[in-house]
């Protein structure tokens, strides 16, 4: 470092600083080197100055610049050029990195038309193939000081490739009720966990229990009575019986193409290459750190990281862990970190970066962070999901809150890989903050949950809007109970409107579009378009004083309408509502207790045979539910859709319902905008 220094003096960084606007531009490059000043964007002739080679080197190159030379400068930028960068080591922001204001932040960005890649993985080359099966290649693991890695995850030319499953597709069942006992005993069908998986030490049972998950490593086999033990204990709140699981990284799982097979023991691993896939011009990448960026502010000091920008950079490639007892999830994959996190940070901007094949939640907004934007960022194929705000406890100094943030315009598919629980946009003891105009899709569980309090007690979670996103193509059969916005808890001042819903889908029940889950309280549900979901468009568990209002609920599945717990307020009011369906019952559940307030709504069954007479609530007539007080002024007749069998769900100028009092939705401001046109 003072190589660098000295050099710089020699350029005459105090004048070059004054002359550009008192900012400071450092460049980093493949071809770069740590002792060099980063001033260049390339190296010079004489190979004595250049970029730097290291994000870690250049934020070191800025906090020595800045203690050298006090107040000669504002902005800070640190630009990476292009090429994948391999991290030795999860980079580390402090609050020494932080920007001087709004108007002067550090930037890490990407070089005007680069795409750099901060990688935790590490190439694996010197493949050859298996002598004795040809179709089969195999690899030494390098090894270092502390030894070799064991990995988890591997890709292919950028494709994450199946750790060696058994069966190749679908899954075993356990037989009977879910294992309570300690350790877990998993009764299997004859022939489907073998004894010697035992004594291979390092082969998971990976199962999906309602809502959740566990993944554990066979301890013993009774194949006598057909029992494996595992490594943990299961989660008495997850029980599905006969449920589903299957076999990873087996020795003799490696038996398809893409598939692959890691021995810890001889440090080799071996891979059975796809179509057109030849591994002597293959990029193949094994991670090897579990994060990648880290927003490290002093929590306890009340010093915060602030004002950083992030901007254009592709962070990809880390790994997961298994500890000794397994892995067995509560919900939403809660105890799966963030790759790229941070804690006792404000005010900075995370913006147009990709995460890819990641094996965490791809960003955590922890302790202590505020005011965070993320926007335009595309998040696809990640371990668990995109991104994770809050805590599950509750800060008690406003220091320590986290709240306030922004996640906007954001693409987020292929989540849940590894932890299949996991959701799209998570927020737990988190309030103020705006999800809005993201396009989430193509995960096994909720795209977006809200709070992460069970009943009536007070949280920091409220006054959140949830606005303006596509959210499809959910559950996919894989988990139950489930919903594209998924709710928690007391939320005053939370704010659900305008979101375009479609194809949500259960394992064995609850695949729901609007799902306000234990105690969500004081929420409006306004203005969204939720239709094709399996199980029911709105569901209530239980929770009271919800307004659900001036949607339209379309060609739902087994139900339209849900409400499981009777309690003596009310529930929720359901007011200038359209339902409109071909299948299944309009409602399910309870509704005995006259708890609930239902008015001004247009329903509609699309059945040829279906008429107004035929039409049930809850068991009872349209005249005998008006005589309970429900539904005074609400119609059961054809809303007039523009094209209901094209899901066009907007409605016709003759429709009764336009009358009635309903507002048109305008879904064409749904999803991620265009960059001039966001917040």
């Not at 309090?453 to 596509?470: A, K, L, S, V």
């Amino acid at each position: 470092m003072q190589r660098a220094l000295a050099l710089m003096l020699s350029l005459g960084l105090a004048e070059w600083v004054g002359a550009h606007a008192r900012t400071l531009v450092l460049n980093v490059a493949t071809n770069g080197n740590d002792v060099w000043s980063g001033l260049p964007t390339q190296p010079n002739y004489a190979g004595t100055d250049g970029p730097l080679a290291t994000l870690a080197g250049a934020l070191k190159a800025s906090r020595a610049i800045r203690q050298q030379y006090p107040g000669e400068y504002k902005g800070v930028s640190v630009l990476l050029h292009h090429g994948r960068f391999e991290l030795q080591a999860p980079v580390t922001l402090t609050p020494e990195d932080s920007g001087h204001s709004a108007d002067y932040p550090l930037v890490i960005a990407a070089y005007p038309g680069t795409q750099p890649v901060l990688s935790g993985g590490r190439a694996l080359t010197g493949w050859t193939k298996v002598p004795a099966r040809p179709e089969v290649w195999q690899a030494e693991v390098p090894t270092g000081p502390e030894g070799a890695w064991h990995f988890r995850q591997l890709f292919v030319n950028g494709q994450r490739k199946q750790r060696a499953r058994t069966p190749n597709q679908g899954f075993y069942r356990i037989q009977g009720e879910s294992p309570q006992d300690k350790p877990v005993q998993l009764k299997f069908a004859p022939g489907e966990v073998k004894p010697d998986w035992a004594t291979a030490g390092d082969v998971e049972v990976h199962a999906l229990l309602a809502w959740a998950d566990l993944r554990m490593e066979i301890r013993s086999v009774d194949a006598t009575n057909h029992v494996a033990t595992l490594a943990g204990d299961p989660r008495p709140s997850n029980r599905e019986a006969n449920a589903r699981y299957h076999i990873e990284n087996a020795p003799d799982g490696l038996d398809q193409p893409g598939e692959w097979y890691l021995d810890r023991r001889t440090n080799r691993v071996t891979y059975w290459p796809g179509f057109n896939e030849d591994l002597t011009q293959a990029e193949v990448v094994a991670p090897a750190l579990k994060e990648l960026l880290v927003f490290q502010g002093d929590a306890a000091a009340q010093r915060p990281v602030r004002h950083v920008v992030v901007r254009g950079i592709q962070f990809a490639d880390t790994d997961w862990t298994l500890g000794p007892e397994g892995y067995a999830d509560v919900q939403a994959a809660v105890e799966i970190r963030g790759d790229i996190r941070a804690e006792a940070a404000t005010d900075c901007l995370i913006e147009d970066c990709g995460f890819t094949r990641l094996a965490g939640y791809g960003i955590e907004l922890g302790r202590g962070c505020q005011r965070f934007r993320i926007t335009g960022n595309e998040f696809l194929d990640l371990g668990a999901g995109g991104v994770r705000v809050g805590e599950t406890v509750v800060r008690e100094g406003p220091q320590d809150a986290c709240h306030g943030h922004v996640i906007a315009d954001n693409h987020l598919s292929g989540l849940g890989r590894v932890y299949p629980s996991a959701v799209g946009v998570l927020i737990l003891q988190s309030g103020q903050n705006v999800v809005a105009h993201n396009r989430i899709h193509d995960l096994y569980y909720t795209a977006i949950s809200v709070g992460w309090n069970w009943g009536y007690q007070e949280t920091p979670c409220r006054e959140n809007r949830i606005e303006f996103n596509h959210l499809y193509d959910l559950g996919q059969h894989r988990l139950s109970d489930l919903g594209a916005i998924y709710t928690l808890g007391i939320q005053k001042g939370t704010l659900i409107h305008n979101n375009l819903i479609h194809d949500v889908n259960a394992s064995s029940y609850g695949g729901w579009g609007l799902y306000t889950d234990e105690g969500s309280s004081e929420i409006v549900l306004e203005s969204n378009v939720v239709f094709r979901c399996q199980s029911a468009g709105f569901h209530q568990h239980y929770g009271r004083g919800n307004i659900v209002r001036n949607n339209v609920f379309a060609l739902n599945g087994e139900h339209q309408l849900i409400r499981s717990r009777e309690e003596e307020h009310i529930s929720f009011i359901f007011e200038r509502n359209i339902v409109y369906f071909d299948s299944g019952a309009l409602l399910g559940g309870q509704w005995s207790s006259n708890k609930f307030e239902l008015d001004r709504n247009v329903y509609f069954d699309a059945r040829p045979d279906a008429r107004p007479d035929t039409m049930r609530f809850a068991g009872a007539t349209f005249a005998e539910w008006q005589q309970r007080g429900h539904d005074l002024h609400s119609r059961i007749t054809n809303p007039f859709f523009v094209s209901p069998k094209r899901l066009d769900f907007r409605l016709k100028v003759t429709s009764p319902a336009l009358r009635m009092g309903f507002q048109p939705i305008d879904l064409g401001k749904v999803g991620v905008r265009p960059k001039r046109q966001r917040y």
